[in-house]
């Protein structure tokens, strides 16, 4: 399924350079930026149990200050912030302070953390593994739940003196969080709440027709990229970045053109994407991922079923002792979840949304965003995302 949508994003990107912009943001890393917009910055690096050495980024307090500073250990309740498909921490930092989730939280007196899946720009290395090997790139969601979050959430519960954390996941930061709780559900004592916006377990009634054409086709181009030694989809990439920075100005018609591409696979809205950042959310997306990461989603798209990775049945038989992958146990992901979910989400359909609803055992609220527009990416980059999920969720935070 990679090629494709390879070949989609660069032309995205192509477009975009012809137009322009001034933006000094795109040359900013997480913590650069950060520090730009006056919060405090920390970088943290957690090893997982199977090597992977992961960066952590987190915004302690709010720009105003660590108001109630002896307290602050014990006084800030830690959140934690999990990415998305092909993102990273920057994700929930694409917009001025008043409107990103990650300073909006610290404002609100939260100790902010976000993480980032391995394999992204900011979590590339490990103990053992160069990420040009094949091994090192030998994972799907099913490892970011299994070995990622486990390690991440001990470190910062660890660091915080906290018993439990709130965990906000957008997309496949929910993905992994399934997975992670179906695994080891004795981990379900150290969240306090879960928040799934855009929520993705099962995801066969997608809308976007790209997707289930390339998924319907991705064990040839698994093929393909095997055969040319490619095991990384779509990583951050300078050059990109540089000749964003050197052809753009701010005009807008061909930033729309490109904006509709990215609406293929997420859902339209223009009215809720703001152009001024579209360099900046360029230049610091798509962060990469492993081919098998996109893989087990196209697996989804074409069994209809939540499951772990398919090997193929002989290694399944080996790794699972059956011959298919097992599903996912959404009945031991026993910790209070809200829901949040829009009708003009191409990725997280509603009635796919409904379906993980109906399994999961303790969904406390199941938010539809009252906005029939809102697509995939809104919840992270819509102009309105305040409005429409942030303030709810920091209100819904507050009873937890
Ligand atoms: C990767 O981690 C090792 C420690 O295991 C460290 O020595 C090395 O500098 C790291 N590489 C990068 C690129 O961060
Ligand atoms: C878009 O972003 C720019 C830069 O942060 C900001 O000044 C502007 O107010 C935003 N537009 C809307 C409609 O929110």
């Not at 994003?9 to 650069?32: A, H, K, R, S, T």
């Not at 393909?224 to 490619?230: D, R, Y």
């Amino acid at each position: 399924m990679s090629l494709c949508i390879y070949y989609f994003v660069v032309l995205v990107m192509v477009v975009v350079w012809v137009q322009g912009n001034d933006n000094p943001d795109i040359y900013l890393d997480v913590p650069e930026l950060i520090k730009k917009y006056g919060y405090p910055v920390e970088s943290h690096q957690v090893v997982t149990e199977d090597g992977f050495i992961l960066t952590l980024h987190r915004i302690p307090h709010g720009r105003h200050g660590d108001i109630g500073g002896e307290n602050r250990v014990q006084g800030r309740h830690p959140v934690f912030l999990q990415h998305g498909l092909l993102s990273s921490s920057a994700c929930w930092l694409m917009a001025e302070p008043d409107k990103a989730l990650a300073y909006i939280a610290a404002d609100a007196g939260y100790d902010v953390w976000m993480g980032n899946a391995r394999g992204n720009h900011y979590s590339r290395n490990h103990t053992s593994l160069q990420p040009s090997s094949k091994e090192f790139w030998d994972f799907s969601y099913d490892e970011m739940g299994y070995y990622d979050l486990p390690a991440v959430i001990d470190y910062v519960l660890a660091t915080t003196e906290h018993s439990k954390l709130a965990y906000v996941g957008h997309s496949m930061g929910t993905t992994m969080f399934f997975a992670f709780l179906s695994s080891r559900p004795e981990y379900a004592n150290k969240i306090r709440v879960m928040f799934g916006l855009a929520p993705v377990a099962r995801v066969d009634h997608t809308r976007s027709t790209v997707l289930r054409d390339i998924a319907y086709r991705y064990r040839t181009l698994e093929d393909l990229f095997e055969v040319l030694h490619g095991y990384e989809f779509l990583p951050h990439n300078e050059l990109v970045i540089k000749w964003t920075e050197e052809l753009c100005t701010p005009e807008h018609t061909k930033e729309l053109i490109c904006l509709s591409a990215i609406f293929r696979l997420t859902g339209f809205d223009y009215p809720q994407f703001n152009l001024t950042w579209l360099p900046t959310i360029l230049s610091h997306t798509p962060e990469g991922t492993s081919i098998r990461t996109m893989a087990h989603y196209a697996q989804g798209i074409n069994t209809g079923k939540f499951c772990r990775f398919d090997f193929g049945w002989l290694h399944n038989l080996c790794r699972y002792g059956q011959i298919t992958p097992p599903e996912y146990s959404l009945s031991d992901v026993k910790v209070p979840i809200v829901l949040f979910w829009s009708k003009n989400d191409y990725l997280a359909d509603t009635q796919d949304v409904s379906w993980l609803a109906s399994q999961l055992p303790h969904v406390v609220i199941n938010y539809e965003v009252p906005y029939p527009k809102f697509n995939h990416i809104d919840f992270v980059w819509g102009i309105d995302a305040l409005k429409y999920v942030y303030k709810p969720l920091l209100k819904y935070l507050a009873f937890f």
